[in-house]
Nanobody, 124 residues
């Protein structure tokens, strides 16, 4: 069993930056693929970014490419999402997820474990 806890969300002005963290506990997640998703009010949960179990492979949705960076520190069992040049449309609850297969995926049903989410609000 893996427990995921996100942190780092908050209120920021447009153009600002935030770094989200996702701490995993329960077992080493070094062989898991990790993903970040977000869900805005009234919208479906959408894929943001994912990183493979070795940390070498990353994948991003087009709307955040060149602004967001996903990274992992297996020694700390933590995944990060550095978010720069934030826009009001980035406002959402951001969720961390873990996939036991180790293969990165943009699909929510591939991920077995989810955190509780952290709110990111970007003001204009």
């Amino acid at each position: 069993q893996v427990q995921l806890v996100e942190s780092g969300g908050g209120l920021v002005q447009a153009g600002g930056s935030l770094r989200l963290s996702c701490a995993a506990s329960g077992r080493s997640f070094s062989t898991y693929a990790m993903g970040w998703f977000r869900q805005a009010p009234g919208k479906e949960r959408e894929f943001v970014a994912a990183i493979g179990w070795r940390g070498f492979t990353t994948y991003y949705t087009d709307s955040i490419k060149a602004r967001f960076t996903i990274s992992s520190d297996n020694a700390k069992n933590t995944v990060y999402l550095q978010m720069n040049s934030l826009k009001p449309e980035d406002t959402a609850v951001y969720y961390c997820a873990a996939d036991r297969s180790g293969r990165i995926s943009q699909y929510t049903d591939q991920y077995a474990y989810w955190g509780q989410g952290t709110q990111v609000t970007v003001s204009s």
